[in-house]
């Protein structure tokens, strides 16, 4: 049973269609858009979670424009279910995006970290902080796919690493969990062979947190330089050009190659150490 009700949300999913156990989709009227709630198992503790949790996250979307088109989160009981429909193994992952939906392990059972859990109080703020964190990444993945076009359920193998995570990274504000620049510059220093952006795919298996690290400041580098309408610009400019390094290259005026240099440069030379004082 369990495997025809994933075959079919996996397909429905796909055509936006409806499937629900127990009733039509829960409707959530955010800042961002509409977003609908499915189970294949429905639970009144988290429905309220993400009651709460999906208006709060919608907020961060509002920098880029909000939602085009209706999201619906799918809540499955199980990790084994949530690979089962996205169709590879997902270590370490609770959720994936795609263009109209967000397929979620149910955050009940997440671990806690050792001794939250004989706190409820504590447990669920803590839940609540970080499924909102997670429907920020996700969110923003969805956005991201549903602006740049093409396929119906994402564009994501267009749109390299560095910058599809490094956008969700960046709006979901996980600045803390990455290594900060000063670590990639020392990982740099010890590996000057790398690209961190070219090299992000292979990367992301062999050191993860590096590679993370690399997206969220590389994106950080790219919108302090270069501001939010240029991202957007990006974006847009895939349903045109299609090819990522078009699009990038019509959007900033210079191609991937260099903004990679620069970025490099950014790292090994410190440039992101405050000035010191002048001395004249």
Known sequence: MIRWLIAALL????????????????VIETEAGVIRLDFVEWNEETSE?????????????????????QVRITVVNSHWELEELVGRPLPGISAWARRNQV?????????LPPGIQENPALAARL?????????????THSLMFQRAGGPPSDPRNR?????????ATV???EGAQWPPPESLSQWLAKHPG?????????LVRTDPAIAYGAAYHAFDFLVRRYGDATVLQVVDGMRVRDRFPDA?????????????????RYLGWRGFLPAGPRTD
Do not use: Y
């Open 194 to 202: 790398v690209d961190l952006l070219r090299d992000a795919p292979q």
């Open 49 to 69: 979670l993400l009651r709460t949790a999906a208006p709060e996250a919608a907020k961060a979307l509002s920098r880029w424009g909000g939602l085009r088109e």
């Open 11 to 26: 397909v429905c999913g796909a055509a936006s269609c409806a499937t629900v156990r127990g009733g039509e989709p829960e």
């Open 171 to 173: 709006t979901a504000g």
């Open 127 to 139: 839940r609540r902080t970080q499924v909102t964190g997670l429907l920020k990444h996700e969110l």
């Open 159 to 167: 749109i390299p690493f560095w910058f599809r995570e490094g956008m």
């Open 103 to 111: 397929i979620l392990w149910d955050p009940r059972w997440w671990p």
């Open 248 to 264: 990038f290259r019509d959007a900033l005026g210079v191609n991937i190659e260099s903004f990679a240099t620069d970025f490099r």
